[in-house]
Nanobody, 114 residues
Framework: QVQLVESGGGLVQPGGSLRLSCAAS????????MGWYRQAPGNQRELVAR???????NYADSVKGRFTISRDSAKNTVYLQMNSLKPEDTAVYYC????????WGQGTQVTVSS
């Protein structure tokens, strides 16, 4: 069964921080590269961060140095620490494998605005 549950979004001022969490079912998470994606209105969904089973990470240029992805294998959970948030980070954020499964969670809305 595919289960991805994102949480932790909200409204934050520019320069602020948020920490997103994604609880994944074990069959999705355990042996796979996991990623955080985002989709802003009118834009396609994009991969912003990914993490391998061994903990190696990659980031989109737009978030490099500001976002940190991590994973907790005991909890089947992926996190995204977002610092120095900008209005252009406003989007719905999703987690999934990389490359992604066809099924997605509901996402969590992040709004950066003063």
């Amino acid at each position: 069964q595919v289960q991805l549950v994102e949480s932790g979004g909200g409204l934050v001022q520019p320069g602020g921080s948020l920490r997103l969490s994604c609880a994944a079912s074990r069959n999705i998470f355990r042996f796979y590269v996991m990623g955080w994606y985002r989709q802003a209105p009118g834009n396609q969904r994009e991969l912003v961060a990914r993490i391998t089973v061994g903990g190696s990470t990659n980031y989109a240029d737009s978030v490099k140095g500001r976002f940190t992805i991590s994973r907790d294998s005991a909890k089947n959970t992926v996190y995204l620490q977002m610092n120095s948030l900008k209005p252009e980070d406003t989007a719905v954020y999703y987690c999934n494998r990389d490359p992604p499964l066809d099924s997605w969670g509901q996402g969590t809305q992040v709004t950066v605005s003063s």
